[in-house]
């Protein structure tokens, strides 16, 4: 059956069929990662009853934008960007500005915590009165290429050799490859170590201060998470300690590429001024946004014990219950528990009321206790 319907029967040999990477690879998985986690809660939300249904969705979507926000800034080329729209050679040295074989596309530059990512786009610019006409016509001009410092995120020696840095080895791999002209022109801007140009520097030295306290803020969502589920001071606690690490990350950011001459890089039509992009954008609303909901629900917690713990699940103690405290327990020595008389407040996974402890003579009491006899027992060292 192979060889039916075939002039020249032999195997199959198709064209190759070169596709651009129009997206980050891990950016994306990161995204559906998160995203099939949503899905699957979705299918379960329909089993949740009443008010709690409301509440659990809350919570569970909350926290997965956060631990979205937080992975995919940290490995996102969106810290910072720009993109010109202009006229720009396509090969280095085969065509003379101003000549037909020009192109009009656009080029956009990403810079992340690791490295650079530059796009080349072509598109009708409309910078001309006649029509554009593509000077090249059989090839499809779409490219992403990116540059990494990081792993190992030594400088390394100043060059192109076998000891300069990884950027760089990988720009003089570009330059035999042929990479078009105006991806090497931007990224030719971050080989320069010296005479005050040493923006691949400052680039490299702050994605990796900010991509520690990336790490470190991950971290404390987790144990965040952990925490709410047992004690509701604790998490709010660590979600405010999470949201200082995040907002202390964009400003280690901003504060190391601002200490040093500004980024522009000049095309024929414009200039690439690089500020600051979506992923130190969305850093720093994650962490304004973490301290404001920790903040708020310390308050709420210390105000409405009862509506903070119905929000969080948890199982409070009701009103009505008593701790009873034994007789044998009453005695004072250095190796046992001393008691105090009055009020005292009760230690256990969160302080949500004053209770009362009874007394000796509190004949009435006692009658309750006897009823219900799964009272808890109550000790506290002092």
């Not at 042929?178 to 010296?194: K, M, N, Q, R, S």
Request: charged share 15%; net charge positive; glycine share 8%.
């Amino acid at each position: 059956m192979g060889n039916a319907f075939r002039q020249h029967p032999g195997p199959a040999i198709y064209a190759p069929n070169q596709t651009p990477v129009t997206d980050d690879l891990l950016e994306v998985g990161l995204l559906v990662a998160f995203g099939m986690i949503g899905f699957s809660f979705l299918l379960i939300i329909p089993g949740i009853r009443s008010w709690e249904r409301l509440w659990a969705t809350i919570r569970v979507f909350v926290t997965l934008f956060i631990g979205a926000s937080i992975l995919v800034s940290n490995f996102g080329f969106g810290w910072y960007t720009d993109k010109i729209c202009t006229r720009t050679q396509y090969k280095a040295n085969v065509n003379p500005p101003d000549s037909p074989q020009e192109i009009q596309a656009v080029v956009g530059l990403l810079i992340g915590l690791r490295g650079i990512n530059i796009t080349l786009n072509e598109v009708d610019c409309g910078l001309s009165s006649t029509p554009y006409v593509r000077p090249f016509p059989g090839e499809k001009i779409l490219y992403t290429e990116q540059f990494f410092w990081s792993d190992p995120w030594s400088q390394g020696r100043f060059g192109f050799g076998r000891y300069a840095g990884r950027f760089s080895q990988k720009f003089q791999a570009d330059e035999f490859r042929g990479t078009p002209y105006p991806i090497l022109w931007v990224a030719e801007y971050f080989t320069f170590d010296g005479e005050g140009l040493r923006w691949g520097r400052k680039f490299r030295q702050a994605g990796w201060y900010t991509h520690i306290f990336m790490w470190l803020a991950f971290a404390l969502y987790l144990v965040s998470i952990l925490l709410f589920i047992y004690v509701i001071r604790q998490g709010a606690l660590f979600m405010l300690y999470m949201g200082l690490i995040l907002c202390l990350a964009v400003f280690t950011y901003g504060m190391v590429i601002m200490n040093t001459t500004k980024m522009t890089i000049p095309f024929q039509d414009g200039t690439l001024n690089p500020q600051f992009g979506w992923s130190w954008w969305l850093t720093l609303v994650t962490g304004v946004f973490s301290v404001i909901a920790s903040i708020v629900i310390l308050i709420t917690n210390y105000i409405f014990p009862r509506q903070v713990a119905a929000f969080f699940h948890h199982t409070l103690i009701e009103e009505d219950e008593f701790f009873a405290v034994q007789d044998d327990e009453l005695t004072t020595s250095d190796d046992h528990t001393k008691l105090k008389t009055g009020t005292f407040e009760r230690r256990g996974l969160s302080r949500y009321r004053k209770t009362r402890k009874l007394s000796r003579g509190a004949s009435a009491h006692r009658s309750r206790l006897q009823e219900d006899i799964r009272l808890t027992t109550v000790v506290i060292s002092i």
